[in-house]
């Protein structure tokens, strides 16, 4: 079963690598579906055509991420 959905990235904050095909892994924040923008860390193709699996995080949840990371 096929399901449409939509995302617009409002903000580009960090591209942390990209391969040999020239797909990037990034740290966007993404509308998803015109909901409420939330972080997104995922493979790009180039110009955003296509997207690998990722993950999206709330605010709260990018906040106690930060915390760790900053912690460690």
């Known amino acids: 079963m096929s399901q449409e959905f939509s995302y617009e990235i409002l903000e580009e904050i960090a591209v942390l690598s990209e ?37 999206t995080l709330t605010n709260e949840e990018f906040a106690v991420l930060k915390e760790t990371l900053t912690n460690m």
């Open 19 to 55: 391969n040999n095909k020239g797909w990037t892994k990034e740290l966007n924040l993404i509308s998803w579906n015109n909901r409420p923008a939330k972080f997104d860390l995922r493979d790009w193709a180039p110009n955003h055509e296509k997207m690998g699996k990722g993950i």
